[in-house]
């Protein structure tokens, strides 16, 4: 008989949904409020809220595997309880100094949480229900991004500190539930290894033939789509007279998309190889990347970030329950760690690289490079894929 999924994977998933809508309800609009409170020039800002992306990066090779050696529920419960200095200290900052240690904090949050949080689900996820459950918690964060801004632009984030407060205060919340709701024996594999045998485990994951190429594969999108974030927006901003805001309406399109068809297509790929949602997702990238270079009318722009979307849900579900799949069992933080930085190392280089494409080849040559990556990303995934070549047998 199946096992069923555990009514505490649904009450971690709403809280993870609870804590991006808080997220959002501030986070967005942080460059906003640090320049308003600093009056610190906007290079500067923008080189502060960068701290947080390097201190995630770095911090990912020490503080993603500490769940595997104290626990996942103590690595979530510390991160929370850290959470809420970090919002509290936005509140209250006013010092450019400040916020810089500030957001090296959050980063460092984020580098200890989110490992932990991804393998304590693996933990307790049946494997047949693990790609349809990471589903989910992806369509619960992206409801909360999708609330969260909204909420902030309400309430003043950006010009105020009461959201900060409020953000951490909704993370308040979240330590007692952990505490409380969470056994102490919950998903715990401690395994008590140095931190030196965390660097060798992620050594071993980086020699996983599946894992490898998948990694590249993933490299390689992460890639592509850090474009939407940073070079589709320059882009539009240059090109249209109401640029900011027909950006704003391709936002909208992923997320709504990502609300719609998360469910269906999660369910959809639960009993289905992995590489259908790996191969599937690049395709459609390359394909959207191709449509991008032809786009003129503003709702093509909004209808083909729409298709690109549908490519995202392909590939979120299967990026996790891969790590899940071959991942040791005491080594899956570590494992999800490794993942994170391989996001972390496309983040960081993807804007400038396709900065270069679009100054170089403007919308042909941005869009044409990332449609070219992902071809190369479907190439990768098909490696990791390929069936192992059986021995000869010798015949006499």
Same mark, same amino acid.
């Given at each position: 008989?199946?096992?069923?999924?555990?009514?505490?994977?649904?009450?971690?998933?709403?809280?993870?949904?609870?804590?991006?809508?808080?997220?959002?309800?501030? $986070?967005?609009?942080?460059? !906003?409020? $640090?320049?308003?409170?600093?009056?610190?020039?906007? =290079?500067?800002?923008?080189?502060?809220?960068? *701290?947080?992306?390097?201190?995630?990066?770095?911090?990912?090779?020490?503080?993603?595997?500490?769940?595997?050696?104290?626990?996942?529920?103590?690595?979530?419960?510390?991160?929370?309880?850290?959470?809420?200095?970090?919002?509290?200290?936005?509140?209250?900052?006013? /010092?450019?100094?400040?916020?810089?240690?500030?957001?090296?904090? @959050?980063? &460092?949050?984020?580098?200890? %949480?989110?490992?932990?949080? &991804?393998?304590?689900?693996?933990?307790?996820?049946?494997?047949?229900?693990?790609?349809?459950?990471?589903?989910?918690?992806?369509?619960?964060?992206?409801?909360?991004?999708?609330?969260?801004?909204?909420?902030?632009? $309400?309430?003043?984030?950006?010009?105020?500190?009461?959201?900060?407060?409020?953000?951490? =205060?909704?993370?308040?919340?979240?330590?007692?539930?952990?505490?409380? #709701?969470?056994?102490?024996?919950?998903?715990?594999?401690?395994?008590?290894?140095?931190?030196?045998? @965390?660097?060798?485990?992620?050594?071993?994951? +980086?020699?996983?033939?599946?894992?490898?190429?998948?990694?590249?594969?993933?490299?390689?999108?992460? +890639?592509?789509?850090? %474009?939407?974030?940073?070079?589709?927006?320059? #882009?539009?901003?240059?090109?249209?007279?109401?640029?900011?805001?027909?950006?704003?309406?391709?936002?909208?399109?992923?997320?709504?998309?990502?609300?719609?068809?998360?469910?269906?297509?999660?369910?959809? %790929?639960?009993?289905?190889? $992995? +590489?259908?949602?790996?191969?599937?997702? /690049?395709?459609?990238?390359?394909?959207?990347?191709?449509?991008?270079?032809?786009?003129?009318?503003?709702?093509?722009?909004?209808?083909?970030?729409?298709?690109?979307?549908?490519?995202?849900? !392909?590939?979120?579900?299967?990026? %996790?329950?891969?790590?899940?799949?071959? =991942?040791?069992?005491?080594?899956?933080?570590?494992?999800?760690?490794?993942?994170?930085?391989?996001?972390?190392?496309?983040?960081?280089?993807?804007? /400038?690289?396709?900065?270069?494409? *679009?100054?170089?080849?403007?919308?042909?040559?941005?869009?044409?490079?990332?449609? !070219?990556?992902?071809?190369?990303?479907? +190439?990768?995934?098909?490696?990791?894929?390929?069936?192992?070549?059986?021995?000869?047998?010798?015949?006499?």
């Amino acid at each position: 008989m199946r096992q069923r999924i555990p009514g505490i994977v649904w009450l971690l998933i709403a809280g993870d949904g609870f804590a991006s809508a808080f997220r959002f309800l501030v $986070m967005p609009f942080l460059a !906003l409020y $640090m320049h308003a409170v600093t009056g610190a020039d906007p =290079a500067v800002v923008g080189a502060v809220i960068g *701290l947080g992306a390097a201190s995630n990066l770095v911090a990912s090779f020490l503080l993603g595997p500490l769940s595997d050696r104290i626990g996942r529920k103590p690595s979530l419960i510390w991160g929370t309880v850290l959470q809420v200095v970090a919002l509290a200290g936005f509140a209250v900052a006013h /010092s450019l100094v400040v916020f810089a240690l500030l957001q090296v904090v @959050s980063g &460092m949050i984020w580098a200890l %949480q989110g490992p932990a949080y &991804m393998a304590l689900l693996t933990d307790l996820t049946p494997e047949g229900y693990r790609t349809r459950v990471f589903g989910f918690n992806y369509w619960a964060v992206n409801i909360g991004a999708a609330i969260g801004p909204i909420a902030g632009a $309400m309430i003043g984030a950006g010009h105020a500190a009461m959201p900060f407060l409020l953000a951490a =205060a909704s993370q308040v919340l979240l330590a007692i539930a952990l505490v409380i #709701y969470i056994p102490a024996t919950t998903g715990e594999r401690p395994t008590g290894v140095s931190g030196r045998e @965390s660097l060798r485990h992620m050594g071993q994951g +980086l020699r996983h033939h599946v894992l490898f190429w998948a990694f590249v594969g993933t490299f390689l999108t992460s +890639l592509a789509y850090s %474009q939407i974030e940073t070079n589709l927006a320059q #882009y539009l901003g240059m090109t249209y007279a109401h640029g900011a805001q027909l950006y704003a309406y391709v936002i909208a399109a992923n997320a709504v998309t990502v609300v719609l068809l998360q469910p269906f297509l999660g369910r959809w %790929q639960e009993d289905r190889p $992995m +590489l259908l949602g790996f191969a599937g997702g /690049s395709i459609v990238y390359a394909l959207a990347n191709a449509l991008f270079i032809l786009a003129v009318a503003p709702w093509a722009w909004i209808g083909i970030n729409a298709f690109f979307t549908i490519g995202e849900v !392909l590939l979120a579900p299967v990026g %996790q329950t891969i790590i899940a799949r071959y =991942a040791p069992a005491d080594q899956r933080a570590t494992y999800f760690a490794l993942q994170n930085i391989v996001f972390g190392l496309a983040f960081a280089v993807g804007p /400038s690289l396709g900065g270069f494409a *679009l100054s170089a080849g403007g919308k042909f040559g941005l869009f044409g490079a990332m449609s !070219l990556v992902n071809v190369l990303a479907l +190439l990768a995934f098909l490696v990791a894929f390929r069936p192992e070549r059986k021995p000869k047998v010798a015949t006499s």
